[in-house]
């Protein structure tokens, strides 16, 4: 669980600053659970710069509630997760010194964004929240507010996840969290995972993942791979500390983002063979397979230029088919290009997607 924040100040020096706005939303890896909103009093003065920034003035803030009375939700909706913002050390900073303010030492686990940016998007011009968003297509609306920067860093933090190939988000962020009690992990395990189509892994204790699975109902599949009693079933089982999953909408996905975490973790309890290589081109040089999405206005987007599988993405396509640029920002890249072409080519020949969409010249990518 993930609360991705953003705070506004009032500026000044360091350390000194006060809180003018705040936007917390509780965050699964997969939806929004949860949200908090609010202007605060800071009980001082709002530097000038600042105030035209942001828009926010003192005379706004005048009746708006003081930190201390809105402390207690602030912790109540970060409770037990980890801490995400853009620039993750400056509002992780403003709230340990506004809860060390009333003598409460908060302590939270972290992720920043832009580091993780620079990590997964090394093309982007720039690494601040509105010009990476921009790059990405990521719409932002009130700019310099809480709510809707906060906003715009969950749709950002969202497609760092789907980017994160190697899975080192999530395996940290396992690594992070452990507050719950023996006896009921698998019941907990169970009760949050979907009834949707996907990809799951099993991490052991220090987040690792030590198997991945598949199929069209993820909690049933987890479950199934509970009750195995193969020698290698029973030390997963034994071994399993969270699952933590990701959708994928259609059975191209499901197959080869399968396939491709195989060979890019290699989980120690998976047998992982080696597969036959399919290296004849495809009927088109240049295309896009569309295919059903996560959720129903959403499309699951596969990018072929020049007979090579550059990678996927999850978007809505109202633009994007016309400014694949843009789509090419948002693509989750696809490191052994071999191995997807052979899944996608063998399951092109057996099964039928959505839509093929050809870029006949090189100039439309």
């Known amino acids: 669980m993930y609360a991705v924040v953003d705070i506004e100040t009032t500026g000044g ?5 006060g809180i003018t706005e705040i936007a917390i939303y509780k965050y699964d890896g997969h ?8 202007l605060v009093n800071p009980e001082r003065e709002i530097q000038e710069f600042v105030a035209k920034l942001t828009g926010i003035n003192n005379k706004m803030l005048k009746n708006a509630p003081k930190f201390y009375e809105v402390a207690k939700r602030i912790i109540e909706i970060t409770q037990d997760c980890i801490l995400i913002a853009h620039n993750a050390n400056f509002d992780y900073r403003i709230l340990r010194t506004e809860f060390g303010r009333l003598g409460y030492d908060y302590n939270k686990n972290t992720l920043c964004t832009v580091a993780l940016s620079k990590k997964l998007i090394i093309d982007s011009p720039s690494y601040s929240l509105g010009k990476l968003c921009r790059h990405l297509g990521i719409p932002v ?3 310099h507010r809480a709510n809707g920067d906060a906003l715009a860093t969950v749709k950002l933090f969202k497609l760092l996840l789907d980017k994160d190939i190697d899975k080192e988000i999530i395996q940290q962020s396992v690594k992070y969290f452990d507050n719950r009690h023996e006896k009921q992990r698998i019941l907990n395990i169970l009760n949050k995972l979907p009834e949707t189509q996907g990809v799951f892994y099993i991490h052991n204790q220090e987040g690792t993942i030590i198997f991945i699975g598949r199929g069209n109902n993820i909690k049933l599949e987890v479950n199934k791979q509970f009750l195995k009693k193969t020698s290698k079933a029973e030390k997963v089982f034994k071994r399993v500390h969270e699952v933590t999953y990701e959708e994928t909408g259609n059975s191209l996905l499901t197959r080869l983002k399968y396939h491709l975490d195989l060979d890019s973790v290699r989980p120690k309890y998976n047998i992982i063979r080696k597969r036959k290589k399919n290296n ?7 295309f896009l ?11 699951a987007v596969i990018l072929i230029e020049n007979n090579t599988v550059l990678g996927y993405a999850f978007t809505n396509l109202a633009f994007q088919e016309n400014q694949i640029s843009i789509l090419k920002s948002m693509l989750t890249p696809i490191e052994n290009k071999e191995l997807a072409k052979t899944i996608i080519k063998n399951y092109l ?11 006949e010249t090189e100039e439309n990518i």
């Not at 020096?13 to 600053?17: M, Q």
């Not at 004849?280 to 240049?286: A, D």
């Open 13 to 17: 020096k360091f350390n000194e600053e």
């Open 31 to 38: 939806q929004i659970v949860d949200q908090f909103i609010s």
């Open 141 to 143: 609306t009130d700019r």
């Open 280 to 286: 004849t081109n495809f009927n088109n040089n240049t």
């Open 289 to 299: 397979i569309i295919d059903k999405g996560r959720i129903p206005e959403e499309h």
């Open 349 to 359: 020949l057996r099964n039928k997607v959505q839509k093929i969409v050809r870029l």
